[in-house]
């Protein structure tokens, strides 16, 4: 009897988890859930760069029509539809946050730069009726031109769909118009990288133009946490793209030689998501933070003061004070020695409320993981917050590693003072870009050395047109990983140079400049293998 009861219980269990099992593979839409993840993944590697069109249309994805509204207000409560309406709560509310940036347009002045406003007839049915009329006549005078040599592009033919391109013309680079049509033939197609969003690749239009293409990561974290969360890809793709598209707007919105420069943008549909969006960048170089520490204090500097203009930029924007909530060295690259910021998908201008003037500390604290501050509440809104997170993250990231290390013994105090103030937070950003300013101004013009009193006590034999092959030897930090490369004012900062140099029994004068107008010059163990070389001066110690 007690055997028969074992297996009855038994055979009820087995039968119990098979039903589940069997549920669990049939029910509607699982499979569909499963394979998605892998489907977008392979589709991405595969095609996402390969999609093309004559022209685009920067806009945010079809809103929730009436019908559509009605119809979910209509659906009974369950856990489905709670997880939906929570989706398109978040998509909405990066919406607003987008009309908002694009209701602050910047004003320029003589600047002379003509650019157009990033299409937006796709926003026309969630924004208020007002802010639509307003620019819906301007937006249709824009695109006319813009129509009209659309129709005449070969491109035209495409399958794939996609509208109006957007364009600028800025004064930093004229690259015309740039759109579907200018990423349909890409070469040289090159992953670079990817973060919680986005993935960048670097490509080359016309065969000369290198530019960085942005788009969703159907593969990254915020799509694939997003669709195991609410299933849907498209509504996931739609709520992921408000960030390329918030980026794109402050692009346009916040110029300036220090944020990357925005060329344009392409829409299109692929087989799985509607309106996907590319965006096309200058291309930068990504900051190795231990490649900088290698380089020369004069490269070192000018990205710290490079940082300190973008600062200086955002607390007084023509949006207002602009903070960077993700502020890490992988959100800045490099252009021709010039510091960057790339990434503006987590950027804000609204600084935090607090209760009232009597509010408690803790409502304007900014906390950091070695110190705290707590900043005045004035008016509503906790004082600088925004510029003062900018500014401390730019000391404990930038400042304490890249501005005293190898620095002129003669500028060491000042930039010293400039390090301590910012990590207290004694100063704000106006009075750090004086002081680096004042710094740069030092460095030029050669201020520096006047304190010096050094006699030299060896003579040098002047050889023009003259350089020296091989004897190099290494020193800390040089332009060339080889050898020992520095930049110097003069030759008497070059014989002072060397002399402080063991091995140094020559140097070269090079007919190359810094950014600064400091001229390099290699240093050499000895002058055994000279050889002509136009434009160069060679130093070599007599007697040697």
Not at 206 to 219: H, I, P, Q, T, Y
Not at 432 to 443: A, C, G, N, P
């Amino acid at each position: 009897m007690k055997r028969r009861k074992i297996m009855v219980a038994a055979g009820f269990c087995l039968s119990f988890f098979l039903g589940t099992l069997m549920n669990l593979l049939f029910i509607p839409g699982f499979e569909h859930h499963q394979n998605h993840g892998d489907r977008l993944r392979s589709y991405h590697h595969g095609r996402q760069h390969q999609r093309v069109a004559d022209n685009a249309q920067l806009h945010v994805g079809d809103p929730l029509t009436a019908a559509v509204a009605a119809e979910v207000n209509s659906r009974p409560a369950t856990s489905d539809w709670k997880r939906q309406r929570e989706l398109q709560m978040q998509i909405r509310e990066r919406l607003e946050e987008v009309l908002r940036y694009r209701q602050r347009q910047a004003h320029w002045p003589a600047t002379g730069d003509a650019f157009r406003p990033l299409e937006r007839r796709r926003l026309m049915d969630l924004e208020p009726g007002s802010y639509w009329e307003l620019n819906k006549a301007k937006d249709r005078r824009d695109n006319r031109h813009i129509n009209a040599q659309s129709r005449q592009s070969p491109a035209g033919s495409n399958s794939a769909k996609a509208q109006n391109v957007f364009w600028m013309n800025t004064v930093r680079v004229d690259t015309g118009q740039l759109g579907c049509h200018s990423i349909a033939n890409v070469t040289n197609i090159q992953y670079l990288g990817s973060g919680y969003t986005k993935a960048v690749y670097k490509a080359t239009i016309n065969s000369s133009l290198s530019v960085a293409l942005k788009s969703v990561d159907f593969g990254g974290h915020d799509m694939d946490n997003c669709i195991k969360k609410y299933g849907s890809a498209n509504d996931c793709y739609r709520l992921a793209s408000f960030k390329i598209v918030k980026e794109m707007t402050l692009m346009e919105q916040l110029q300036h030689p220090n944020i990357l420069q925005l060329y344009g943008y392409c829409y299109q549909d692929s087989n799985d998501i509607r309106d996907t969006v590319t965006a096309i960048t200058e291309l930068g170089n990504p900051l190795e933070m231990i490649q900088l520490l290698q380089t020369p204090w004069e490269e070192r500097f000018r990205i710290c003061l490079s940082l300190v203009r973008l600062l200086h930029f955002l607390a007084h924007s023509p949006l207002g004070p602009v903070t960077l909530l993700d502020f890490r060295p992988r959100q800045f690259v490099l252009v021709g020695g010039e510091l960057k910021v790339t990434d503006l998908d987590d950027a804000s201008v609204e600084e935090t409320p607090c209760g009232s003037p009597h509010a408690a500390p803790a409502d304007c604290l900014m906390e950091f993981p070695a110190r705290n501050f707590t900043l005045p509440c004035i008016r509503g809104r906790c004082q600088g917050i925004n510029e003062k997170r900018n500014l401390y993250n730019a000391y404990r990231f930038f400042f304490t590693y890249l501005l005293p290390h190898s620095a002129p013994p003669a500028l060491r105090p000042l930039l010293d003072k400039i390090v301590n103030s910012t990590g207290e937070l004694a100063w704000g950003i106006d009075e750090t870009q004086v002081h680096l300013e004042k710094v740069l101004h030092l460095y030029k013009n050669g201020l520096y050395l006047q304190n010096t009193s050094q006699t030299h006590t060896s003579e040098y034999k002047r050889l023009v047109d003259t350089s020296i092959s091989g004897d190099n030897y290494r020193c800390w930090p040089s332009y060339q990983h080889d050898g020992c490369t520095l930049s110097v004012l003069s030759v008497r900062e070059a014989i002072g140079v060397c002399e402080s140099h063991a091995q140094c029994q020559a140097f070269i004068l090079t007919n190359q400049t810094t950014w600064t107008g400091h001229q390099l010059v290699q240093f050499k163990t000895g002058s055994s293998h000279l050889s002509p070389s136009k434009g160069r001066l060679a130093y070599v110690r007599a007697g040697r």
